[in-house]
């Protein structure tokens, strides 16, 4: 079964609307998925970002919304 990585990428100073980035990548297995997911794990003052892994859904693919 393939997994997506989902990458949420919020960004916004104090005052200001947040704007979100969510961006799907596909991966061969969960253990592949698990791993790249904790590439993006890191912080800054006015960008947060959050991974998780979700099985795919039929053919999906990649893909970079703004929310």
């Not at 947040?18 to 890191?42: D, G, Y």
């Not at 800054?44 to 893909?63: A, F, H, Q, W, Y």
Request: with cysteine; proline share 7%.
């Amino acid at each position: 079964m393939k997994f997506m990585l989902v990458i949420l990428i919020t960004m916004g100073a104090s005052g200001e609307e947040p704007k979100t980035i969510e961006m799907r990548i596909p991966q061969e297995n969960q253990e592949e998925c698990l791993k790249s997911a904790k590439t993006f794990k890191f912080s800054l003052p006015v960008i947060s970002m959050d991974t998780r892994c979700e099985p795919s859904k039929g053919n999906e693919d990649p893909s970079m919304l703004s929310i």
